[in-house]
């Protein structure tokens, strides 16, 4: 695996493998890699000649300090693990090749209500962030294709979005969220859950399986409240939002009129360890 830390090279390396007519496929993480990750990794190497990974914890997406200083870092497993998958090309740049000091990042996009609700209302600037850094590097690494997990599926509406508007030349190739046998989504954040904790946590997975099973029989409002009530059951969790929006717009959606676009979406503290997770209601 050939291993960049400065733009230049990288950029450059790949370039010589799009002039053969080589196409690359490209994972873009914050390192910590999991299960999640390694199935983005495969997919990639399944439609692509090369798969190109990055590994850079972006400082401009944390609003929150601690969160920031909290975030794993396990950059020698990290490099083993994508080794092991056959991942062709990683890109870890510092801080400062990214962001040089005096640089700015205008991103030309502006994302309407898409970055309003959900976890942009309650992480403001994060998508921002997102975009500024994934934008970024499909500049360096120009890939033909771009994975995403639909865990996050808020990011990846952002990053469709943004491809759309600035007609950027890569394929967002949305990828089912990975699951533990139990259900819980998986998430580097897992790993912060106590025992007790790591045991109650499949629930959040539960409710939205049964949020699935009674979409459309009852009001959307009466599902919602029943979906926050069943969880906070154990005082173990604090539901952060439960919302069911339109899969396009993210904005909330009042009845079943349009269905087939609902889509549940849960952020969730159990202990102090923030989950997320969410599910299509039709498809
Ligand atoms: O999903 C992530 O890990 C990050 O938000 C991403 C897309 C790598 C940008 O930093």
């Known amino acids: 695996m050939k291993q960049f830390k400065r733009i230049a090279e990288i950029a450059s390396y790949l370039k010589g493998k799009r002039d053969s007519g080589l196409t690359s496929g490209f994972v873009p993480t914050m390192g910590a890699l999991h299960e999640g990750h390694l199935t983005l990794i495969r997919r990639s ?97 120009e890939p033909t294709r771009a994975y995403f997990g639909k865990k996050d599926f808020q990011q990846l509406a952002i990053i469709q979005h943004m491809v759309k508007t600035l007609n950027l030349p890569v394929e967002i190739v949305p990828c089912e969220t990975v699951r533990e046998p139990d259900g819980l989504a998986i998430s580097s954040r897992n790993t912060r859950l106590t025992g007790v904790e790591r045991s109650l946590a499949p629930l959040i997975h539960q409710v939205l399986l049964k949020v699935r099973e009674n979409a459309g029989k009852q009001p959307v409002h009466e599902l919602k409240d029943w979906a926050i009530k069943k969880i906070q059951e154990d005082p173990a969790f604090r539901v952060e939002y439960f919302d069911i929006g339109d899969k396009n717009s993210l904005m909330p959606i009042e009845t079943w009129y349009g269905k087939d676009r609902a889509v549940a979406f849960i952020a969730v503290f159990l202990g102090d360890v923030r989950l997320i997770d969410n599910i299509e209601l039709f498809s």
């Open 45 to 141: 190497k399944r439609e692509n000649d090369l798969t190109v990974c990055s590994i850079f914890v972006n400082p401009a997406q944390f609003n929150n300090a601690e969160d920031l200083i909290k975030y794993p870092r396990t950059l020698v497993r990290d490099l083993e693990m994508l080794e092991e998958e056959g991942c062709e090309v990683v890109f870890v740049p510092e801080i400062p090749e990214m962001y040089p000091e005096g640089e700015n990042y205008p991103l030309d996009v502006e994302f309407g209500e898409l970055d309003k609700v959900m976890e942009g209302k309650f992480r403001p600037g994060h998508f921002n962030g997102v975009a500024i850094v994934v934008k970024k590097l499909f500049g360096i690494v």
